[in-house]
DNA sequence: CGATATTAGTGAGCCACATAGAGGG
DNA sequence: ATCCCTCTATGTGGCTCACTAATAT
């Protein structure tokens, strides 16, 4: 299973899947959906197509990263897709707490949403971050200095957790409660770890009542992708519900859910920067704040590290050597004393039969 | 359609013993 | 301060079993 999971680790799209690609430019990961042209769209050729034609898109799931938003949930602050919503919000009770919105389609270019969003997406050295400049460059691996700048100061100073900075938790801390997908302890006794965690409920009731939204779509586009990787379903079932352990937060205990890249859809108001006008300093700061969550929820998906941590290589390379009984380490006498016994059955069993051949065990 | 039986998948626990680390002389 | 010894806790992998979910009857 860890051979499996290493192999998982490391790709691009958090749960061991590749981002979506852009259906025009197919170089860069898709980052909204147009639902007249059934297209998906990185954010440069949204903005190149869409500049005249402005058609209603959605951004993409921030879970799947493979089919439109269809709905966004205060309690994990993100957009996600039907298949997504479904799988994250029928893990346990609490999780269907969550209150759900349907997405709002937007019409301006997606880029000018970003940008007016309030959030200044140039990194340190002036280069846009990659998670949300679109797409339309190549993902880097920035880790933790991805996230520095996006932090208030008072995020930074609150930190005391040395190994949380070296996990890239560093700038994060504050978003835990609703935001940490913690990756399991990968030493052996996870269970421990494993322990808060809400059992998984995979029941198939219904989800929400705004499946039938005309906001929303039915198209399945992930489904045989996430059932193909059973891993995968499971992984996102306990990540979400590890973030369940809490209570489900009101509206005031976070920022009003927004979309990736900036966007708020707390309905209609002047804080709405759907419109890519009129954003306010609260609106900059909400927008600050989401974004600051999605971007730790994406580092700690791309962290995230399932493959069993040796310790020490010595204890290992001696456990593979040592005699075993039914699959537990036996007594090297014990064991002697075994095979000893076998032989002599064996070599009883060839005298008798008149068998000359060694028998193997 | 509900009840029961079967199959498949998952995870915890067990085992012995070398080794790390703490503590005392 | 350093060394040596003793003791305790830890970690390691393969297998079994219990449990749950899915599927078949």
Redesign the pocket.
Known sequence: ?GIELHHLNGISGGWGVVAKPCDTCKAAAAAVFCRVDSAFLCLNCDARIHCVNKHARVWMCEVCEQAPAAVTCKADAAALCVTCDNDIHSANPLARRHERNPVEPFFDSADSIVKSSGLNFLGPNGNRNSEFSGACQQPEEGGVESGAWLMPPSSKLSLENTNEMKSGDLFFSEMDPFLDFEYPNS?????AG??SVV??????TPQIQVMNNENCFDIDFCRSKLTSL??QT?SLS?SVSSSDTGVVPDGNSMSDISYPFGRNIAGPGPNVPVSGTGTTQVTQLCGLDREARVLRYREKRKNRKFE?????????A???T???I?????????VESEVDHLYVSAAAYMADNQYGVVPTF
Request: hydrophobic residues 15%; glycine residues 2%; without cysteine.
């Open positions: 299973m030493y052996p006794n996870h269970s494993m322990d059992p998984v409920q995979t029941s198939k059973s891993y499971q306990q069993k941590t040796i310790r020490y290589h010595s204890r290992k001696y456990a593979e040592r005699p075993r039914k699959g537990r380490f036996a007594k090297r006498t014990e």
